[in-house]
């Protein structure tokens, strides 16, 4: 082994930490003196020295500078970074203390602690950081504040728990030695490979290596090989990479797979009897053209005095998926299905998602059903909620609904017209409550038949989409406040509360709500200064009601203009995360105070949470435990995130993919982001994302100014900003890191 390491040392890939002498003839000043200090002293934070120790473990022998050691200790006592536990003898100062939380590794090497204790991140230096990784549970060693330091600095002290032992990357073979080069940009550490642990993997193969040790003061991991994912550039490598990066499983174990299988498709007489039977009842299904799971059906039948008997019909995936089985626990597990450019990575085995829960059209089907009487003005004057049987007469595409809408003729007319236009007033009336309207317009890709992106086109919502989400909206609005209001029916009030008001009308039993917090004020408030670069003004002091109608005038404002996609981003980015929680504070952006996720139980794990529950207290079951359904709310929650990551990793794969043939061509391009090393430019015609480095603009020494978000020429006084028209040339599509590269050609002098 040691054999080994002398080579790995030579190669430059693995660093064993060595003493090296520091010259005493070097000038010290003071500010250098007490840096070095602080750093002796935190990596040793509960360790007492003299200045003798500090000047040996510096490699400072001469007087002089030894000198310096002994002055600049007291001076850090007296600046309260220290304090002198006897005399000459030092430690750093006790209330500097110590934080846990969460590491954010950037791509850069350095991390930031983030705590939910503290509002404040911690910064620590990638010699800081010991073994700990992106993700990982830490504690950490926070160092006494300093007047010059403009953010608060630590050390990691303890690993408390990895976020993750696998990694995927690129692997590379030596004769001695090989290494796994991570794709992900937040894992800054090759692995090395032992060539026994290489499992059969070929040199540029991508594969899937897990970390078995870790030897202190080496730079590099230790791991081996657990998966070969294939070669660079093919599709499915490349996809499973995506899936294995952001810790989503690639396929079925055959323990499931053989489970699902034996479930049955025959439904029993006695299963009939015991639902609420809407087969003579007209009923269809609209989803996109290449759909293969059908989990939602909307019936319709009219009942006297001019009211509308309107049935939402689920797949009831959880008359299929009973708890504590082996197909429960993998649905628990990968909590979503995760929809990639080119595939859908399921929840459930084919056999349901596409088989016997799929609500196909001419088969009986099993559902649970939200059943509504309404009248023409869209109120819901009554309410049902239970187990049901349908038969779908119809399985239309958003296309041939949408033709039927806009006057031409087609199967069940009565039914999608009236539907609707009650959709229509329902939409209308969510928006005067205060919904936020982010409809942004959605790439996506032509592919061939071996997935390489032939053009891409945008995907624009219309009234056949709104007509499906409007109900769907409307189920889950109306079951999550049957619960909230335990298991009592109150009229349909749609405006959102303060969180006050909900938490004492609280009285329902433990459920799972889909919750969306009120914005940060300081998010708000930035967003706010940001907007007025370009003209426009928000008042983010004004009530939760009258700042949501003001984003949307925001938003229908810059429909049009070259800001658009950027305001509309950075209107996002304002808003708080929806997550999953049994804790009920509504959901800010849809402005309804009760909300749950019911009409996907198919494809999201919380919506099969929903309708167990559901279910429960429909029998009078007494509530359930809260912390425990909490805990499953954040796996769920998590296991989004991962899913709308992974997800975006593809588009953006599929994005540089598809410019791979349009090096050294010139687009027009809208600057999309600033920073510090560079200005990120979408291409007009395609939303394809690329950054032009400041580094390669070289008329002028440019800076970025992060107080008026700009980037300015130090000689010129030129200024780029978000939303200026510039002309750019691809320079590079590097598909291994899903970057595009271009280079600034002019700046649109009528922009």
């Not at 938490?503 to 459920?511: A, E, N």
């Not at 167990?612 to 009078?620: F, P």
């Amino acid at each position: 082994m040691e054999t080994k390491l002398v080579n790995l040392t030579l190669t430059g890939n693995v660093d064993i930490m060595g003493k090296s002498k520091r010259s005493s003839r070097d000038h010290m000043s003071r500010e250098q003196a007490s840096t070095l200090i602080m750093g002796v002293f935190g990596r040793n934070p509960k360790q007492i020295y003299n200045y003798k120790q500090i000047s040996k473990l510096l490699f400072i022998s001469d007087k002089q500078r030894r000198a310096m050691i002994s002055r600049t200790l007291d001076e850090l006592v007296v600046k309260k970074q220290l304090e002198q536990v006897e005399p000459g003898r030092y430690r750093l100062l006790s209330r500097a203390g110590y934080k846990t939380g969460t590491l954010d590794m950037t791509q850069h090497g350095y991390a930031f602690l983030v705590s939910e204790n503290s509002d404040d991140d911690v910064f620590i230096a990638r010699n800081n950081l010991k073994t700990a990784l992106d993700g990982d549970l830490v504690k950490v060693f926070v160092y006494p504040a300093r007047k010059q330091r403009s953010r608060t600095e630590g050390e990691v002290v303890e690993i408390l728990e990895r976020a993750r032992d696998t990694f995927v990357g690129t692997v590379e073979i030596s004769r001695n030695y090989a290494f796994l080069l991570p794709d992900s940009r937040k894992m800054p550490f090759d692995i090395f490979i032992p060539l026994e642990k290489l499992k059969g993997v070929e040199h540029g193969q991508k594969a899937i290596a897990r970390i078995i040790d870790w030897p202190e003061k080496v730079k590099n991991p230790f791991g081996e090989i657990v998966d070969i994912l294939g070669y660079p550039g093919e599709n499915d490598t490349e996809m499973h990479s995506i899936l294995a990066e952001f810790e989503l499983p690639i396929k079925f174990s055959e323990e499931v797979e053989a489970y699902a299988e034996n479930i049955p498709d025959e439904i029993s007489a006695a299963e009939i009897k015991n639902r609420r039977d809407f087969r003579k009842v007209p009923t269809f299904t609209i989803d996109p053209a290449d759909a293969k799971d059908f989990d939602d059906a909307l019936s319709l039948q009219p009942m006297e005095g001019g009211l509308w008997e309107v049935g939402v019909h689920i797949a009831d995936v959880s008359h299929y998926v009973k708890t504590k089985t082996i197909l429960d626990n993998e649905a628990y597990d990968r909590a979503t299905s995760v929809y990639l450019v080119d595939r859908v990575v399921p929840m459930l085995p084919e056999k349901l998602s596409n088989g016997v829960c799929s609500l196909r059209p001419h088969e009986d089907k099993l559902t649970f059903s939200a059943v509504f009487k309404m009248n023409a003005q869209g109120e819901v004057l009554d309410e049902w909620f239970g187990r049901t049987i349908i038969h779908s007469d119809r399985r239309f595409d958003y296309g041939e609904a949408q033709k039927i809408i806009e006057g031409e003729e087609g199967d069940m007319k009565r039914e999608i017209l009236k539907l609707y236009e009650i959709s229509k007033i329902l939409k209308d009336k969510r928006f005067e409550n205060g919904s936020i309207n982010f409809e942004r317009e959605e790439v996506k890709f032509h592919l061939a038949e071996d997935g390489a992106p032939t053009g891409i086109y945008f995907k624009v919502q219309k009234e056949a989409n709104w007509l499906i989400e409007e109900f769907m909206l409307l189920a889950n609005k109306r079951v999550a406040a049957y619960a909230s209001r335990g298991g009592k029916y109150e009229k349909d009030v749609s405006q959102a509360e303060s969180k006050e008001q909900t938490k004492k009308k609280q009285i329902g039993k433990t459920f799972v709500y889909r919750i969306h917090d009120n914005p940060d004020p300081e998010k708000l408030e930035s967003f706010t200064r940001f907007i007025s670069k370009f003209g426009y003004s928000l008042n983010p002091q004004q009530s939760s009601r009258r700042l949501s109608a003001s984003l949307n005038n925001l938003l229908d404002q810059v429909q049009g203009s070259k800001e658009q996609d950027v305001v509309e981003m950075m209107a996002l980015r304002s808003m708080a995360k929806a997550r999953y929680s049994t804790n009920n504070i509504g959901h800010y952006g849809l402005a309804f105070k009760d909300y749950a996720h019911f009409t996907s139980p198919i494809r999201r794990y919380p919506d099969l949470m929903v309708h167990r529950l559901l279910a429960h207290y429909l029998a009078q079951g007494e509530s359930k435990n809260a912390e425990t359904y909490e805990k499953r709310c954040q796996h769920a929650s998590e296991m989004e995130r991962r899913a709308i990551e992974a997800e975006r990793a593809s588009t953006k794969y599929k994005q540089v993919e598809f410019m791979q043939d349009k090096v050294g061509k010139q687009f027009d391009g809208v600057v999309s982001g600033l920073t510090d090393w560079g200005i990120y430019v979408e291409i007009v015609e395609n939303k394809c994302e690329g950054m032009v480095s400041i580094k390669s603009i070289v008329d002028d020494f440019y800076e970025f100014n992060e107080e008026e978000y700009m980037i300015v020429g130090r000689q010129s006084g030129r200024k780029f900003e978000i939303g200026d028209i510039v002309k750019i040339e691809v320079m590079n599509a590097n598909l291994s890191r899903r970057q595009l590269d271009y280079r600034l050609v002019e700046l649109d002098e009528e922009a």
